[in-house]
């Protein structure tokens, strides 16, 4: 008689393990009750301005089925971070964590006030490039819908890993493509898989479940492997996002430190008050600022809770080239990590030996912005419209957002919104032009990047302004902020596209200059009631760091003067702002900073969220804008400051 199936093995001892399930779970529960009271009294203070999680990989996950070993892990980790909640995975790389080791985990946590949920990876080997499932073969069909349904049978919570995607290119997918793009295919497949495979199946094992989709960082190639922005948060119970930007240099993607916070409000935008939070991981950081600062922007953004990935890499060790070389100056970043190692050995005791891990640095980090975070009100920013499915200038937004550009990524056109601002995203809608025309000409003022401009000319629209993107470039390091104002010089030029425009008709705001020509870096075109300015950008989007800070602040009078405040100076400082008259400053910056704040007239004084400090306002304007309060803020290398507006009595 042949052997039966892996899974319908484990199927079987999961049936026997249910009958046996409510009297062990209570022996469980009474069993590490009294290490629990201990544990639970030495754990660290609930945060008052978020939750916490933990995601427990599956190969974790099979090791808690001894309770010891989870403990000496758990407990120590409890210690310096609060946790409000584990996710417990039960699927990763064809590992199926049995259901008695997944329910004697979930009594363990029970046990300490310890919320828990289910997660699921599905992925076939990690290691092989991410190695996803072929969602038309039936083997791995079956395979889905079996670990669907057993992780149902013990959650009433799912949350998907980043991996509900699809790279496969199979013969049987190429099959099943037929003539359609991979993207099409993919997105259409996916949202199949997502019903049939996946929804289905666990409601059909528990009816009360509630699945969460959690969406990646690389946001604009999602529809490129059947990540559906537009149907999936409504098919699912939510959505989660992963806000880990790690090195923006040397990790594959990229990724601004910016993006954390931008792909969080855009995910928040497209079904709001369904996204349950940000996601972070240490790997990539060339310092442990670093992995604070990509906790501190998930958190500025407003996210509810946040998931520190995982329960192995927090048990890291940190080491000391993790010491950024701006600490230990006097200078008193955020992240201080000679005060960090300071508390750990004073808590830890003279003779402890063992480093502290990662589980230590976070909790150091959370502990540091939560009385900042709970003090600030709903984010706003300059709406960004991206259409669904779209591709253009990749993750530009969070370029702009590390000058001072707080950004709002919306799913739909604002149409009501004073500013808008466009990316070559944005030509992926066919009727753009015509949403343009209607802003301005009713009086709202549209930004477009010089990718769309060379996208939309033509597609009609000098309708609205004569422009051309002519395809030459020009090598380019003086600048002009502003009209005849003084020419400043960078070290090594840059390349910038170059448009032109009719005389009169368009203004140029801002030049760069190579020898004896010039060529705009930013341009005004009137048309109704309203403006359409083009803003160029560079080839390289981070030579946007390099412009000198009085181009940077015409740039920001221009696509960020709608918005209650704004910042003056150089670049990698970010402005977070709120409805409630707070905002923060984060420099991501390798040395000290001192920027400019504009407020509304009437604010007479600045008080810092964290300390209570009070800034007083620089003397007052004469001229344009003096109506305007402005005050000096310095920021440390790697920091940030929360402030609220102090308006008249």
């Not at 190695?131 to 819908?145: G, H, I, L, M, N």
Request: with cysteine.
């Amino acid at each position: 008689m042949a052997a039966a199936p892996a899974y319908q093995v484990a199927h079987q001892s999961g049936c026997e393990w249910r009958r046996l399930r409510a009297p062990l779970r209570a022996m469980l529960a009474a069993v590490l009750s009294a290490a629990a009271g201990a544990a639970a009294a030495a754990a660290r203070p609930a945060y008052t301005g978020f939750k916490v999680a933990i995601y427990a990989r599956a190969q974790e996950v099979q090791h808690m089925k001894d309770t010891q070993w989870l403990a000496s892990r758990f407990d120590f980790m409890q210690k310096y971070l609060h946790v409000d909640k584990v996710y417990i995975e039960t699927h990763r790389d064809h590992l199926l964590v049995d259901g008695d080791t997944i329910e004697k985990a979930k009594a363990f946590f029970a046990a300490r006030g310890v919320q828990t949920a289910g997660g699921i990876t599905w992925t076939i080997s990690e290691p092989n490039r991410f190695q996803t499932f072929c969602y038309s073969d039936p083997k791995d069909r079956a395979w889905v819908s079996h670990v669907a349904e057993e992780t149902a049978r013990h959650f009433d919570e799912i949350i998907l890993d980043d991996f509900f995607f699809t790279s496969c290119k199979s013969d049987g997918e190429i099959a099943a493509r037929g003539d359609r793009s991979w993207t099409a295919y993919r997105l259409a497949r996916m949202r199949e898989a997502a019903r049939d495979l996946v929804i289905g199946p666990a409601r059909r094992v528990n009816p009360r479940v509630r699945i969460i989709i959690k969406f990646p960082n690389w946001y604009e190639h999602f529809q490129g492997m059947g990540f559906d922005l537009e149907q999936e948060p409504y098919l699912f119970d939510g959505v989660y996002t992963g806000t880990e930007t790690r090195d923006p240099v040397r990790s594959a993607q990229h990724l601004q430190a910016y993006n954390g916070y931008s792909l969080f409000r855009y995910l928040d935008n497209l079904r709001p008050g369904h996204n349950g939070g940000g996601w972070v991981d240490p790997p990539g950081s060339s310092s442990l600022d670093r992995y604070a600062e990509q906790l501190w922007v998930t958190l500025f953004a407003k996210a509810p809770q946040i998931t520190l990935f995982d329960f192995r890499q927090l048990q890291g060790a940190l080491t000391p080239n993790l010491r950024g070389p701006w600490q230990g100056q006097g200078l008193h970043p955020s992240f201080d990590y000679d005060a960090m190692m300071a508390a750990y050995q004073a808590d830890a005791g003279a003779g402890v030996q063992a480093p502290p891990t990662f589980a230590v640095a976070a909790g150091f980090a959370l502990r540091r912005v939560d009385k900042v975070v709970t003090a600030l009100g709903r984010p706003l920013g300059v709406a960004v419209y991206r259409p669904f499915h779209s591709t253009g200038e990749d993750f530009l937004p969070s370029f702009l957002g590390m000058i001072g550009i707080p950004v709002d990524i919306v799913p739909r056109f604002p149409a009501g919104a004073a500013t808008v601002l466009l990316t070559e995203d944005a030509a992926h809608d066919p009727e753009i032009v015509a949403k343009i025309e209607r802003q301005v000409r009713a009086g709202g003022n549209v930004v477009i990047t010089s990718g769309l401009l060379e996208r939309l000319a033509p597609r009609g629209l000098g309708r609205i302004a004569e422009l051309q993107y002519t395809g030459r470039t020009a090598l380019v390091k003086d600048f002009e902020g502003r009209p005849y104002a003084p020419v400043e010089s960078i070290g090594e030029p840059m390349l910038i596209p170059q448009i032109e425009y009719i005389t009169n008709d368009t203004w140029e705001l801002s030049s760069a200059i190579a020898g004896d020509n010039g060529f705009p870096l930013l341009t005004d075109s009137p048309y109704g009631r309203g403006h359409l300015y083009v803003l160029v950008i560079p080839d390289n989007f981070a030579d946007l760091y390099r412009l000198p800070a009085s181009v940077l602040d015409q740039v920001r009078a221009i696509v960020a003067g709608a918005l209650p405040v704004r910042m003056s100076g150089p670049s990698k400082v970010s402005l977070y702002e709120y409805d409630n008259g707070t905002f923060v400053l984060e420099s991501f910056r390798d040395e000290p900073v001192t920027v400019g704040v504009q407020t509304p007239g009437g604010v007479t004084a600045l008080t810092d969220l964290d300390t209570g400090a009070v800034y007083s306002p620089r003397p007052a304007v004469r001229g344009p804008g003096g109506g305007a309060t402005r005050f000096i803020i310095r920021i440390p290398p790697h920091s940030f400051v929360g402030l609220a507006l102090q308006p008249k009595p």
